[in-house]
């Protein structure tokens, strides 16, 4: 079993910033957290991506609508991932989640259902 735990998340005014961490405890080598990524849900909405990383840290992926504002790397010494969020937006705001699973292909990296272990959220709210 692997647990993820975020925190970071608060209420920031639009163009702000905010990092987001998980730290990952229990079987975390590399086979079961070898993908992180980070999901948002707002009220009413289905959970979407917002971007993952590969064990190596060399590969990225992001959601057209974070790109260029949100970046996301890994500390695979320290069990955890983080997002750094810039230019924070009203639309950004919903409950941001950590998920790891095992290697996956790139086309699986963007879905939820392909992720075998979640955190309990953290709540992000970009408002004036």
């Given at each position: 079993q692997v647990t993820l735990v975020e925190t970071g998340g608060g209420l920031v005014q639009p163009g702000g910033s905010l990092r987001l961490s998980?730290?990952?405890?229990?079987?975390?080598?590399?086979?079961?957290?070898?993908?992180?990524?980070?999901?948002?849900?707002?009220?009413?909405?289905?959970?979407?991506?917002?971007a993952?990383?590969?064990?190596?840290?060399?590969?990225t992926f992001?959601?057209?609508?974070?790109?260029?504002r949100f970046t996301i790397s890994r500390d695979n010494a320290e069990?955890?991932?983080?997002?750094?969020?810039?230019?924070?937006?009203p639309e950004d705001t919903a409950v941001y989640y950590c998920a790891a699973d095992r290697s996956m292909i790139a086309s699986s990296i963007r879905v939820p259902d392909h992720y075998d272990y979640w955190g309990q959220g953290t709540q992000v709210t970009v408002s004036s």
């Amino acid at each position: 079993q692997v647990t993820l735990v975020e925190t970071g998340g608060g209420l920031v005014q639009p163009g702000g910033s905010l990092r987001l961490s998980c730290a990952a405890s229990g079987r975390t080598f590399n086979s079961y957290t070898h993908v992180m990524a980070w999901f948002r849900q707002a009220p009413g909405r289905e959970r979407e991506f917002v971007a993952a990383i590969r064990w190596s840290g060399h590969n990225t992926f992001y959601a057209d609508s974070v790109k260029g504002r949100f970046t996301i790397s890994r500390d695979n010494a320290e069990n955890a991932v983080y997002l750094q969020m810039n230019s924070l937006k009203p639309e950004d705001t919903a409950v941001y989640y950590c998920a790891a699973d095992r290697s996956m292909i790139a086309s699986s990296i963007r879905v939820p259902d392909h992720y075998d272990y979640w955190g309990q959220g953290t709540q992000v709210t970009v408002s004036s």
